[in-house]
């Protein structure tokens, strides 16, 4: 026999009897989970998932318990009684996070989508459906992601003091790097390799630069050391870097630990591949 729990809601100006089966509270659980993980591969640090995922399930009379990794979320879920009292079966499940991708745009329309639960509380199929348009939403495509990071890092070369040669280099260079970068990751191969690779093949071209190989075209340079420093700036881990901090402050010590360590070593795979490349160039004033 199911467990069936009663509850009482309230809903605008009138009352409405729920019904929470073990089967709607496993609906739930797993709806909670999958944006749950969705948020963690899309940048969102623990807190925020915590926040979102909290806020979607309570609108349901479900109360949740979440253990936040960095690679994975496990949910336990069961009805709620109270402010403090949970009845009835608990229902337990566990997912690992998907490759990462970030979209600080997806995470606010997630961010909406729990407040529209929590305030208009709407059904579990409805919530379902418009969780399934934010994952298929649009995404920037591959040559408008190529033409944002070459002009981030031409701009980069330009604050930092290069001319507009060592900038043209910066934006090559960079391009081609996440070419590669793109290309390894779509055959599957380790994540982990394709910082070195990309950090070695950008800095082949702004090695290039730096021994003087483009100066029969268009002369010498301000300082081409600037776009060799400035041009594998896309590869830096910022968003983990920062949520390792967010966490670490939050009191989530092992997803903080996990972050910076996983930016640790995304850095060292960064300097692994420009090393490469510089020494194969000799270039020891840099």
Same mark, same amino acid.
């Given at each position: 026999?199911?467990?069936?729990?009663? !509850?009482?809601?309230?809903?605008?100006?009138?009352?409405?009897?729920?019904?929470?089966?073990?089967?709607?509270?496993?609906?739930?659980?797993?709806?909670?989970?999958?944006?749950?993980?969705?948020?963690?591969?899309?940048?969102?640090?623990?807190?925020?998932?915590?926040? @979102?995922?909290?806020?979607?399930?309570?609108?349901?009379?479900?109360? #949740?318990?979440?253990?936040?990794?960095?690679?994975?979320?496990?949910?336990?879920?069961?009805?709620?009684?109270?402010?403090?009292?949970?009845?009835?079966?608990?229902?337990?499940?566990?997912?690992?996070?998907?490759?990462?991708?970030? @979209?600080?745009?997806? /995470?606010?329309?997630?961010?909406?989508?729990?407040?529209?639960?929590?305030?208009?509380?709407?059904?579990?199929?409805?919530?379902? @459906?418009?969780?399934?348009?934010?994952?298929?939403?649009?995404?920037?495509?591959?040559?408008?992601?190529?033409?944002?990071?070459?002009?981030?890092?031409?701009?980069?070369? /330009?604050?930092?003091?290069?001319?507009?040669?060592?900038?043209?280099?910066?934006?090559?260079?960079?391009?081609?790097?996440?070419?590669?970068?793109?290309?390894?990751?779509?055959?599957?191969?380790?994540?982990?390799?394709?910082?070195?690779?990309?950090?070695?093949?950008?800095? !082949?071209?702004?090695?290039?630069? #730096?021994?003087?190989?483009?100066?029969?075209?268009?002369?010498?340079?301000?300082?081409?050391?600037?776009?060799?420093?400035?041009? #594998?700036?896309?590869?830096?881990?910022? #968003?983990?870097?920062?949520?390792? !901090?967010?966490?670490?402050?939050?009191?989530? /010590?092992?997803?903080?630990?996990?972050?910076?360590?996983?930016?640790?070593?995304? !850095?060292?795979?960064?300097? /692994?591949?420009?090393?490469?490349?510089?020494?194969?160039?000799?270039? @020891?004033?840099?």
């Amino acid at each position: 026999m199911q467990n069936i729990i009663y !509850l009482r809601t309230t809903r605008f100006d009138d009352m409405e009897t729920k019904v929470l089966d073990d089967k709607k509270i496993y609906e739930i659980a797993n709806l909670a989970l999958d944006i749950g993980t969705f948020l963690l591969a899309s940048g969102a640090h623990c807190g925020r998932v915590y926040r @979102n995922v909290s806020r979607i399930t309570e609108a349901w009379g479900v109360r #949740v318990n979440m253990h936040i990794t960095f690679t994975g979320l496990l949910i336990t879920a069961q009805c709620k009684k109270g402010e403090a009292q949970e009845c009835g079966k608990a229902v337990t499940l566990f997912k690992k996070t998907k490759i990462y991708d970030i @979209n600080f745009n997806a /995470i606010n329309e997630i961010s909406q989508l729990s407040w529209l639960i929590a305030e208009e509380k709407i059904s579990v199929s409805k919530a379902r @459906n418009l969780f399934k348009r934010i994952c298929s939403g649009r995404k920037y495509s591959t040559p408008t992601l190529l033409l944002g990071i070459g002009c981030a890092c031409a701009c980069l070369c /330009i604050v930092a003091g290069g001319d507009w040669k060592d900038a043209i280099i910066g934006f090559i260079a960079s391009i081609a790097g996440m070419v590669i970068r793109l290309e390894i990751i779509k055959r599957n191969y380790n994540m982990m390799f394709s910082f070195i690779a990309a950090a070695f093949f950008t800095t !082949l071209i702004t090695s290039l630069h #730096v021994i003087g190989t483009f100066e029969p075209i268009w002369g010498l340079s301000t300082a081409p050391d600037r776009a060799l420093a400035t041009a #594998v700036l896309y590869l830096v881990p910022g #968003v983990p870097l920062t949520n390792s !901090l967010i966490d670490l402050i939050e009191g989530y /010590i092992p997803s903080a630990i996990a972050r910076a360590s996983f930016s640790a070593f995304i !850095l060292l795979c960064i300097a /692994i591949g420009m090393s490469i490349s510089i020494l194969l160039f000799g270039i @020891n004033q840099f």
